[in-house]
């Protein structure tokens, strides 16, 4: 008795001609939803500001066509100028009076016209940064769910 196995190889090689496409057009896809998801975990929580006009949620901006021309998630300083000082912080500094001749505040019912005073600094926040690390699993389960059903098409379509 024999038992003989016969494999056409002309169906798989076509379905892995097809299945780089496929999957480069899946992942795609896959990146610029996770890109939108972490732009939505980055304007929701950023914690160490409270924000007074949504500005800063709004410089939160996802730019991302293809990874022939990649954009990326980014903070838009034309919609929020002081959105890097409150991500990465600033050092401790020194603030001028620019237009006049002295800078004024209250502390309490006294008020002070000092010409230069000592600012402290700010600490970071990396709110985007820390929305970046609370999404790469989801990331991770977008982009591998991706290559599977590019996979499965390039295997229909043969």
């Known amino acids: 008795m024999s038992i ?4 056409d190889t002309g169906a798989f090689s076509e379905a892995m001609e ?3 496409r496929l999957v480069i057009r899946e992942i795609e896809k896959a990146v610029k939803t996770g890109l939108v998801e972490i732009q939505r975990n980055a304007r929701r929580y950023h914690p160490g500001w409270k924000s007074q006009s949504g500005a800063l949620a709004r410089s939160v901006k996802v ?4 990874f022939k021309n ?15 000082y409150v991500h990465d912080g600033t050092r401790p500094h020194k603030i001028r009076a620019k237009n006049k001749k002295t800078l004024f505040f209250r502390k309490g019912a006294d008020k002070f016209f000092p010409k230069v005073v000592n600012h402290p600094g700010t ?9 970046v690390y609370r999404n ?4 991770t389960g977008l982009v591998n769910e991706a290559v599977g059903k590019a996979l ?3 295997v229909k379509k043969v």
């Open 123 to 131: 600490k970071p926040t990396l709110f985007l940064t820390n929305a």
């Open 136 to 139: 790469v699993q989801t990331l």
């Open 18 to 20: 097809i299945a780089p």
């Open 63 to 66: 730019d991302f066509r293809t």
């Open 70 to 84: 990649p954009g990326g998630i980014y903070l838009d300083t034309g919609v929020a100028p002081y959105a890097g």
């Open 4 to 7: 003989q196995i016969a494999v």
């Open 152 to 154: 499965n098409a390039a």
